[in-house]
């Protein structure tokens, strides 16, 4: 579904991202390990269109994006969770979610079936639908923020740091409705620290350091190998 061919990017004279390489296949989770800084943010930042590479190819779908835009990008199915869910806190639950509605509202297309979806996944935001983002917990936020991509009928959804700031038992939440939205056909690209739960979730993973991925494989493979257990699982 995804290939990404040697891509760099730089901000201003610094590189970011050198000739990063990798693919993710229809209805695959494929998580991005690493450390703060290692590029993973800017990668997917990159795929959703928010950046452009300097070098290097993103096909999706068979299709090279070039220089497309961030929204011809999810019109094409690609959507985005950004890192700290970025929810607008003045909006009500509703309100956010009807935001992501847009193009289909355009085409004369009823979202009643993609909200009865995201309240079926995330039964807590349809309790708190009136309710204003800003006033929703650290854990509500997220399940918002998850929940108004897919009511643009992502066919990838890419997923930044999505247990970031979460107690253990939200993040294991989060991340079973994740493992659900894949079940339904989503593919997933997501980018965590809590390297044990995506590990739990993908199919495969990539490792990322200082702008290079140096390992890459199936996720129960790299949970046994001895520089993740080290750097990443604290073993």
């Known amino acids: 579904m995804l290939k990404i061919e040697q891509v760099a990017v730089a901000y201003g004279a610094i590189d970011a991202l050198h000739g990063i390489s990798l693919q993710v296949g229809q209805g695959e989770v494929v ?4 450390a703060n800084g290692a590029g993973k ?7 959703s269109g928010l ?3 300097k070098a290097g190819e993103i096909r999706f779908e068979g299709e090279a994006l070039g220089r497309s835009s961030a929204e011809s990008r999810v019109k094409r199915g690609i959507a985005h969770v950004p890192e700290g869910r970025r929810i607008f806190p003045g909006l009500t639950v509703m309100e956010n979610l009807d935001v992501a509605t847009t193009i289909w509202r355009r085409r004369g297309m009823s979202s009643a079936e993609d909200l009865a979806t995201v309240f079926a996944l995330f039964p807590r935001l349809q309790e708190r639908a009136g309710q204003l983002g800003w006033s929703l917990s650290g ?17 990838m959804l890419l997923l930044d740091e999505p247990s970031l700031g ?8 989060v991340y079973r409705r994740i493992a659900d ?5 989503v593919t997933v690209l997501l980018v965590e620290q809590n390297t044990v739960l995506a590990l739990e979730v993908a199919h495969r993973a990539y490792v990322i350091e200082n702008g290079h991925i140096v390992l890459e494989g199936p996720a129960r493979e790299l949970a ?6 080290e750097a990443y699982l604290g073993a």
Do not use: D, F, W, Y
Not at 41 to 47: E, H, K
Not at 139 to 155: F, H, N, W
Not at 181 to 185: E, L, P, R, S, T
């Open 41 to 47: 943010t800017t990668l997917l930042r990159t795929i």
């Open 224 to 229: 046994r190998h001895p520089r993740v257990r």
């Open 139 to 155: 854990g509500e936020q997220q399940m918002l923020a998850i929940g108004r991509a897919l009511m643009a009928r992502p066919k």
């Open 166 to 173: 979460l107690a253990p038992r939200l993040s294991e939440e």
């Open 51 to 53: 950046l452009r590479p």
């Open 181 to 185: 939205i894949n079940a339904k056909g």
């Open 31 to 34: 998580a991005l390990l690493g």
